[in-house]
């Protein structure tokens, strides 16, 4: 009875180590990145920076666009259009908030 306790408690500790692993990975990251550049018409709402230091295998930028889809490119110190692209984006975002009337 002893042992079968000791094998239940060891299965259960091994179940609870390889769960808590599984949790820490991101389920969303970008496996790949494409340096095509999207069209203007895209309409792009926010933007967030990837990193292998938060779980994922990969550094990149992820645009989101106003129907939720979600853009992988490269990292912005990998390429100049990103970096230009995510200025503008913060911007023109900007720009929107300060427009927007207070109530």
């Known amino acids: 009875m002893t042992s079968q306790v000791a094998a239940l408690l060891f299965i ?11 949790s820490e990975v991101p389920a ?17 709402v926010s933007h967030l920076l990837q990193t292998t230091e938060k779980g994922c295998d990969i550094d990149a930028t992820v645009f989101i666009t106003k129907t ?3 853009l992988c490119t490269p990292h912005p110190t990998e390429s100049k259009w ?5 200025k503008r984006l913060e911007r023109t975002l900007s720009r929107r908030i ?3 009337p207070q109530h």
Do not use: E, Q, S, W
């Open 12 to 22: 259960a500790t091994v179940c609870l180590r390889h769960a808590a692993a599984f």
């Open 28 to 44: 969303d990251c970008c496996l790949h990145t494409t340096n095509t550049r999207f069209p203007r018409h895209f309409k792009m």
């Open 68 to 70: 939720g889809v979600r």
């Open 82 to 86: 990103v970096a230009d692209y995510i």
């Open 98 to 100: 300060a427009d927007t």
